[in-house]
């Protein structure tokens, strides 16, 4: 059984459905799109999954599996670090900041993002997504949060969707 995202609402559906039971939308059905746009079965690669979080660009509700959000966070920073740099090649980076001209609107690029899929996965781990908030103390916050994003995902649909691994 394989889920794919609704076009119109973005909500997870049957990879056969012909409308969205959420939104009533009308699904095209294509080999290419029910592939890329999940990865359930775990298959692709790395940067699928960062691929995947990027499609849900703002899609704050739903969940999202472990594999999702580390690897999103991997590519985000080694993305950056290469950003940085080609800013400093290019002298786009000014001493006096700590991110260049590339570096700082591709952070501004995944800010959205990177919210969305930092909020699907605590609500993978059955968490509302203000728990991000928690990061805002200082160490003891940022330990909380790591220690609750690399929590294993509660197999059972809780009231943020179904589990992400078993669909």
Not at 16 to 35: D, E, L, N, W, Y
């Amino acid at each position: 059984m394989s889920m794919v995202f609704c076009r119109a609402c973005g909500k997870e559906i049957h990879e056969t459905a012909v409308t969205c039971p959420h939104c009533g939308a009308a699904q095209a059905k294509t080999a290419a799109a029910s592939a890329s746009s999940t990865l359930a079965d775990d298959t692709g690669n790395a940067f699928d999954w960062y691929v995947m979080a990027l499609k849900k660009y703002a899609i704050f509700d739903g969940r999202s599996r472990r594999k999702e959000y580390w690897f999103y966070l991997l590519f985000t920073f080694l993305i950056s670090i290469g950003l940085a740099i080609v800013d400093n090649i290019t002298g786009t980076s000014s001493f006096g900041s700590s991110t260049g001209l590339l570096g700082g609107l591709y952070a501004l690029g995944t800010l959205i993002p990177g919210l969305a899929v930092t909020g699907r996965r605590l609500h993978d781990t059955g968490r509302s997504a203000r728990w991000m908030l928690i990061a805002l103390l200082p160490v003891v916050g940022w330990i909380i949060l790591i220690v609750f994003l690399a929590s294993d995902s509660h197999p059972a649909e809780n009231q943020y969707g179904s589990c992400p691994k078993t669909m």
